[in-house]
């Protein structure tokens, strides 16, 4: 059982940036790929990038490329969602999850594990 613990939310002005992390229990952390999704308050949770084991294929949804920079660090378990110009409609929990199959957009129904969440709160 792999558990996933975020952190680094907050509430952050419009333009801002915040760094999440996402550190796992589990000594085979480089056996999953990790992924962070988000579920803004009334709507669907959705995919917001993605990672491959090593680092070496990389993916964002349309709505955050360009501005948010996913990365992981398998020595320390870790993985980090770097988010910068951030907008009110970045407004919501972000979930880290851990999957086994890498896909370039992933599906919430194929992760494996998934963290509680942290909230971030972007302010006009």
């Known amino acids: 059982q792999v558990q996933l613990a975020e952190s680094g939310g907050g509430l952050v002005q419009a333009g801002g940036s915040l760094r999440l992390s996402c550190v796992a229990s589990e000594r085979t952390f480089s056996n999953y790929v990790m992924n962070w999704f988000r579920q803004a308050p009334g709507k669907e949770r959705e995919f917001v990038s993605t990672?491959?084991?090593?680092?070496?294929?990389?993916s964002y949804s349309a709505s955050v490329k360009d501005r948010f920079a996913i990365s992981r660090d398998n020595a320390e378990n870790t993985v980090h969602l770097q988010m910068n110009g951030l907008k009110p409609e970045d407004t919501a929990v972000y979930y880290c999850a851990a999957s086994r199959v890498y896909s370039d957009v992933p599906k919430g129904g194929g992760m494996d594990y998934w963290g509680r969440g942290t909230l971030v709160t972007v302010s006009s």
């Open positions: 990672i491959s084991r090593k680092g070496n294929f990389i």
